[in-house]
């Protein structure tokens, strides 16, 4: 896992990059991994991933985040991100990969309220993409809102956003 996470600050080749990416997330669906990952100051060089411009690198990068966002430490590292997750969710192109693995990262750190606040901008492309998003990413944006609806501090801003 350490040289997984040297390999991805000491290259910017984005093939190897997103190999390198997989990897580490596959790693993450074991929860000692997810520690340990996190240990190493994994989360902050993936976290550095999604400003690549390759789509690719960021989507893999944001699925690696998305497992190792089962961990409560993990979140707390990860809630830097979700400005920035929400702003790749509203640019990337309608119903595309990068586009649900964003969702399905918002999704995870949604559970709890804890970061609810740092999506509350979103709600109005949350809204847009439920109205124009095809099937599976209607069923993403359904899960974060519903995770959000569940906040009553959230109710005044969903009620009034704009779609």
């Known amino acids: 896992l350490q040289k997984l ?11 190897i990059q ?6 580490l997330s596959n790693s993450a669906a074991f929860f000692v991994n997810q520690d340990i990952i996190r240990n190493l100051d994994g989360l902050s060089v993936i976290g550095g991933m999604l400003s690549d411009c390759v789509p ?6 944001l699925n690696a985040l998305n497992n190792l966002s089962m961990n409560i430490k993990n979140q707390e590292e990860i809630q ?10 509203e ?17 995870n750190m949604s559970v709890t309220s804890d970061y609810h606040h740092k999506m509350i901008n979103s709600i109005p ?13 209607q069923i993403q944006v359904l899960k974060v809102l519903v995770n959000l609806s569940a906040n009553p501090a959230l109710t005044r801003h969903l009620l009034r956003a704009q779609v």
């Open 56 to 61: 690719k690198v960021k989507e893999k990068a």
């Open 125 to 137: 492309c949350f809204l847009h993409l439920l109205s124009e998003g095809a099937e599976r990413t």
């Open 18 to 23: 997103e190999q390198a990416l997989i990897t």
């Open 80 to 89: 830097v991100y979700i400005t920035q997750v929400c702003r790749n969710v």
């Open 91 to 107: 640019t990337a192109p309608l119903n595309s990969d990068l586009q649900l693995a964003g969702l399905r990262l918002l999704t």
């Open 5 to 15: 996470i040297h390999l991805l600050q000491a290259t910017d080749d984005p093939l």
